[in-house]
């Protein structure tokens, strides 16, 4: 049976695939004939409603909620927290300074 949407492709369950995108961050597919995404910054960006909003860790590769500069002033990118910890434990290891707690800064409170 073809396609209610298209009449061409064949899909069973209604989501054609002409009409389907994938979530930048979780990879959920999408249906363009509905209300139930956000668009992103860049060209051909979307997000699903659960995604929408989340921020990507440069160190990682993650979408969470709230992400913060680097700690050190030559790396231009943002971190999680988890990867801020890491960071933390390495950076006192090697040089015997420490970083504060990312809750430390009042966007996390």
């Known amino acids: 049976m073809p396609c209610p949407v298209c009449n061409q492709c064949g899909c069973e369950d209604g ?8 979530c930048v961050a979780c990879d959920k597919k999408i ?3 509905t209300n139930d995404y956000e668009v992103g ?13 989340k921020k990507e860790c ?5 979408y969470v909620d709230k992400v913060r500069s680097s700690p050190f002033m030559g790396d231009r990118v943002v971190i999680c927290k988890h990867c801020w910890g890491i960071t ?3 950076y006192a290891a090697s040089q015997g300074e420490h970083i504060p707690d990312i809750e430390d800064y009042p966007h996390f409170k």
């Open 15 to 22: 989501l054609c695939e002409d009409y389907l995108v994938e």
């Open 31 to 33: 249906d363009l004939e």
């Open 41 to 53: 910054e860049s060209l051909g960006e979307y997000w699903c409603k659960t995604c929408a909003g």
């Open 58 to 62: 440069n160190y990682c590769g993650e």
């Open 88 to 90: 933390k434990e390495e």
